[in-house]
């Protein structure tokens, strides 16, 4: 046994002397949430959503644009109407230009816009009696209001701000998937590397009691079968770590790859076992607060509102398409003209203007009925597609949970079958060396002890997996009872 052991430990001593890094499960996880290209790409999508917020935020503030035609030209022949009523062709030839300020508002609350602008034109005539003249309008003012309409202002505000409330969501619910796939990934590495470990201690033990059985066969203790199967077993414990040794690189390197770090680097792996408070189990009233932290949290659930509320507009504005429509258009401002510029600054006329337009679906075929009708019923179809979300969701929490208190379970398990499979096969390989059992009965205490160091490492896997899984579906901190989206 005491062959065993110190194989064990000059083993780890190895990997440790080349070793630069030991990495923990959370560790890692820091690392890839702050370094990796997928956190990289996180966080751009999440630079995209605040842009694009501000992109539709600005269009309901003043847009002040400033507008120019300098110069225009025209050079034609245009009829005249002379006193006598006769027709008269003459060449024309004239300029001008324009240049103009002007400053849109849209109004929230009504989904009308304001306008206000001040504008210069200059005419050239250019022959005959060559003459310039400007007109002015210092100011202008407008609204135009739509009534009886849906207020589409209002709505594309709502939903821009749901919107980016979504995009924040969606940024922490990725981080939280990122962290999954590194628990997955790191346990896989782990799992491979103890791997190594195990069989490279029982290939030291196999060539030890090899040497030993060798020299037992020549005295006559032990048969030839029994020296044929202890060798069989060293060729199987040395194909079993070279393809071993190929599987750890391979997982190394999708590791090193998500975690951005350089492919060669030597790196171990810590396992990380729940602390206590981590394998307190979840009592079966919690998937109520978990679902209440999914529905403030999740970003799917906010999308199938923001769907809900898409399809409530389409059936407003549906609605209002059957009814008569009106448009206010009124204006007030002041003007003059002059030859001089100055002079047309001077004793300003007012100018003013209202319109009230009006719409009336008279027959339109049923259209504008059928619209309404398609619209109430993908209404109805969204109310009906969240309750089965909501549904689902409570469905797949309940299951977590189940998961997660079962992976608490196995952990504890796991290690007690670990310390037992240790204890018998050091009780078995004693045993051996006394003659009291076959290499049969040392065999298998020998592969149980390697399956149940195994099955540890996979029950701990198992609850990282759970942990995480808990986190991305409700973006909830279990441990520390808070959630995991700060609002903005």
Known sequence: MRAFCLSIVLVLNAILCFAQTKLSIQEAITLAQQNSINAQLNKNDYGITNQTFRQQQAQLFPQVNLNANLPGYNSSI???????????????????????????????????????????????????????????????????????????????????????LIGSKVFVKQQEQLAADVSSLFHTVLQAQTNIVLLTATSNTTDTLLKTAKLKLALGKIGEEEYLQIQLEQLNTTAQLQQAQNDVELAKNKLFNMLNMPTKSEIVLEATKPTAIQQQQLEQTSSTILFTQYKQNNPEYEQQRLAQMQNYAALQRAK?????????????????????????????????????????????????????????????????????????????????????????????????????AQRRYEISYNKYQAGKITYTDLLLAQNQQLQAKQGYLNAVSTYWQAYYQLRVTTLYDIEKHESLYKKQ
Request: net charge positive.
């Open 320 to 420: 209002y398409t059957r009814l008569p429509s009106f448009n206010i258009i009124a204006g007030y401002g002041s003007n003059q003209s002059a030859p001089l510029l100055n002079d047309a600054y001077q004793n300003l006329l007012t100018q003013q203007n209202a319109t009230i337009g009006i719409a009336v679906p008279l027959f339109t075929s049923g259209a504008n009925t059928a619209s309404f009708k398609i619209a109430d019923y993908q209404l109805k179809n969204f109310q009906l597609q969240l309750q089965q979300l909501e549904q689902r969701i409570t469905n797949d929490i309940m299951s977590q949970i189940l998961s997660y208190n079962l992976a608490i379970q196995q952990i504890n398990n796991a290690q007690f079958a670990d310390s037992i």
């Open 78 to 164: 245009t009829s005249v109407t002379q006193p006598d009523g006769t027709i008269k062709f003459t060449t024309v030839e004239q300029a001008y230009s324009n240049v103009g300020i002007s400053l849109s508002q849209k109004i929230a609350a009504t989904g009308g816009t304001f306008t206000a602008s001040s504008n210069i034109n200059r005419f050239d005539l250019l022959t005959g009696n060559r003459i310039s003249t400007f007109n002015t309008q210092p100011y202008v003012l407008g609204i135009v209001q739509p009534l009886f309409r849906f207020n589409e202002t209002a709505y594309n505000l709502k939903t821009a701000k749901i919107s980016k």
